[in-house]
């Protein structure tokens, strides 16, 4: 059964890519890449775990995506203190590198949110939401000096993205030193006013395009997220 539905969908991915004419963007991730994260809050050195997985490449909306999901959790003595569970789903076309869908689940203690986002790409013809930027960094950096502009929606407000790649540094991440490009990044909101401090992402530099290290500082405490494992 499970081969027959392998199949099948293979079949549809195959007749979505013919009726399209299109081709289908270079990427450095693959169906099942899992990124497995050590993830820092404030004080606490080791305060939770966080993944991002490809899950899957599916047909959609006359189109092809990847199923991407990242799910993070806080350690069960972290979770006494600042219970939050996370999940975040986007669908990422596949020819255009956009989002098509993106949704986020959260357990903030006893209160449970949920939000959807529809992309319009007439209105909002290059939106993107936080968890596909990160991937659409990863199909863009080429080398240092590069400047990179985005549109990210997060709770239904865009805020205007840039990023700057700095020079190659060496990165403690996958139980190694990872040559890594740091690209520091800056947020403001539809008011111009500026969103979150202290942050950056660390790509790495070989053919993978690995995001080895994230950081911010936010309202609830400064995070650290580290690369740990990659499958």
């Given amino acids: 059964m499970k081969r027959a539905t392998t199949i099948i969908g293979a079949g549809l991915l195959g007749l979505a890519s013919m009726s399209s004419g299109r081709i289908e963007r270079p990427v450095p991730f693959k169906v099942g890449e899992t990124l497995t994260y050590d993830v820092a809050w404030s004080s606490y050195i080791t305060a939770g775990t966080a993944t991002a997985s490809v899950e899957n490449k599916q ?7 990847y199923k991407i999901v990242a799910e993070g959790r806080p350690l069960p003595l972290i979770a006494k203190i600042y219970a939050l569970d996370y999940r975040a789903e986007s669908l990422v076309d596949a020819y255009t590198l956009l989002p098509q869908h993106a949704a986020v689940y959260m357990e903030e203690g006893a209160r ?3 939000r959807e986002t529809d992309f319009d790409r007439k209105t909002q013809p290059l939106a993107r939401d936080g968890l596909s930027a990160i991937y659409a960094l990863r199909t863009t950096i080429v080398g240092p000096g590069q400047n990179i502009t985005m549109q990210v929606v997060e ?3 865009t805020y205007a993205v840039r990023g700057a790649v700095g020079q190659p540094e060496s990165i403690r991440a996958l139980l190694a030193q990872v040559p890594a490009w740091k690209v520091t990044l800056s947020a403001t909101d539809e008011k111009n006013q500026a969103a979150g401090r202290n942050m950056a992402v660390w790509i790495s530099t070989d053919a993978r ?3 080895v290290r994230l950081q911010a500082d936010l309202p609830v405490g400064n995070f650290n997220l580290v690369l740990r494992d990659v499958r």
């Fill in 209 to 211: 395009r690995l995001p």
């Fill in 155 to 157: 709770n239904g407000v």
């Fill in 112 to 114: 449970k949110k949920t």
């Fill in 59 to 65: 047909p959609r909306q006359q189109s092809i995506v």
